[in-house]
């Protein structure tokens, strides 16, 4: 019987995504649409947020070189990984029914705009802009001893900066948890299709 378990519980999972799924295509176009691309929008933020970081280490280290070669990664790589983020942690559980508390929903979105979408790209911007300015040689870098305390001074003031950016993501994506939570509350609160209500 034992053997059996796992199998029972994958066909059970299955069964309610599909549920979900019929449910959710009941739904208005514009709802559907911020179930199902919700997380492209915590993306597109995180890229914005990405964008910003650069552009700020770009300035406070004096490089003016390899726009193109700097800013595509600052904002392809915290799309992508905050859109996969987002579609693992939020809309892939809630499609499937492993997350069904909204106070869950809201802190796990925004835990994940928190990290993925606002301090990552902060991050990932100083090793790019770093390694700029050795090449080009824009700023004078420190001596191999002091080199913690120089990006931690360097990095301060640009961590103040985005602050701002930051905490919006984390709310918009606390938000759209929220939203689609309510949505998905919503469309399985809908009839079956066909089924007469006596």
Known sequence: MENHKPSDTNEKNLTIFDIITRKINQLP????????????????????????????????????????????????????????????????PL?????????????????VGLVFGGLYPVFLAIPVNGGLAARYESTLLPEKGNILNYWIRISVP??????????????????????????????????EPGLEIH
């Open 95 to 111: 499609s499937t029914g492993d997350l069904n508390c909204e106070t869950c929903t809201i802190t796990r979105g925004g835990l």
């Open 29 to 92: 176009e514009a709802d559907r649409n911020l179930l199902e691309h919700g997380s492209t929008c915590v993306g597109l933020n995180a890229a914005l947020c990405g964008l910003v970081a650069n552009s700020l280490f770009r300035r406070t280290l004096n490089v003016t070189q390899a726009r193109i070669a700097a800013g595509l990664p600052m904002a392809v790589i915290p799309f992508l990984t905050s859109n996969v983020a987002y579609k693992s942690f939020v809309s892939f």
């Open 158 to 191: 640009v961590f103040r900066k985005m602050l701002f950016p930051v905490l919006l993501q984390t709310a918009f994506a606390a938000y759209l948890g929220s939203r689609q939570y309510k949505l998905l509350i919503k469309a399985l609160q809908l009839p």
